[in-house]
């Protein structure tokens, strides 16, 4: 959580709790850390499920005035995410997809219209984040379409939410760090990282009640995570940033929209 700054002290209560015999992920107050635009805020939002705990740092924004572009890194190996997003003069940014140990991407990767990686068919890979036609969607791997129109892609996985309702069969055993996109169906995206849980609890997470700015999650899809984790948003009069630990091969960054 190292660099957390918060620019706007005043929390906004938003405590809702999911009522049900078995408990659940519950969300508690929602600080609002930065907002560099009306249509660009970044969030803190703790949640809670029993005796676990984990925090939830979102940058929400609006697609008619921002988009998203698949960001290939310049020294794969060596380029970490602060340093790419404030050096490409982007508003935001995540660590992306998966990569082998020398750092070749792993599934569909296209950058500018360029296709840097090959489309791949594998049970982890089910979704592809995409720019197309200037809009952005998640769509699951089984059907896209690929077209000159497709600017930008990121093959990943697994999905985590369709249609407002966390995916069943997730793995509800390994924790690490998260790193989401996801669409409320309005067009509003987010880009989130989410402390240590499990896919089965991040999908949970993201279909609770009790988000800022009245967030549902209609779609969500998770990228790599793990010690590829991480979130850069900038802001003033210092970047909100949650460092990956280690060094990743893509990044997906916001930019205003054209």
Request: glycine share 10%.
């Amino acid at each position: 959580m190292c660099g957390m700054k918060t620019f706007f002290p005043a929390a906004i209560p938003l405590v809702l709790a999911l009522s049900n015999a078995l408990g659940g992920w519950v969300t508690g107050e929602s600080i609002r850390l930065a907002e560099p635009s009306k249509s660009l805020t970044v969030w803190e939002i703790p949640v809670t499920s029993g005796d676990q705990s984990a925090t939830l740092t979102a940058v929400i924004f609006n697609s008619r005035q921002y988009g998203l572009r698949v960001v290939d890194s310049p020294s794969p190996g060596v380029s970490k995410l602060a340093g790419v997003m404030a050096e490409g003069g982007f508003a935001a940014g995540v660590n992306g997809g998966y990569f082998h140990d020398d750092f070749r991407p792993v599934g569909l990767v296209i950058s500018g219209g360029k296709e840097i990686h090959r489309f791949e068919k594998a049970k982890l890979l089910s979704g592809i984040v995409e720019v197309r036609k200037g809009r952005i969607g998640i769509v699951r791997s089984s059907q896209f379409q690929p077209s000159p129109s497709v600017t930008e892609a990121l093959q990943c996985g697994p999905m985590l939410v369709d249609r407002s309702a966390a995916v069943d069969g997730l793995n509800d055993e390994r924790r690490a760090r998260r790193t989401i996109v996801a669409a409320d169906g309005a067009g509003r995206w987010a880009l989130i990282y989410l402390t240590s849980v499990t896919l089965a609890d991040a999908a949970e997470i993201l279909t609770a009640t009790g988000w800022p700015a009245d967030w549902t999650t209609a779609k969500a899809l998770n990228l790599d995570g793990g010690s590829s984790s991480g979130l850069w948003a900038n802001a003033s009069p210092s970047p909100v940033t949650r460092p990956e630990f280690g060094h990743v091969r893509n990044f997906l960054a916001v930019v205003p929209a054209k």
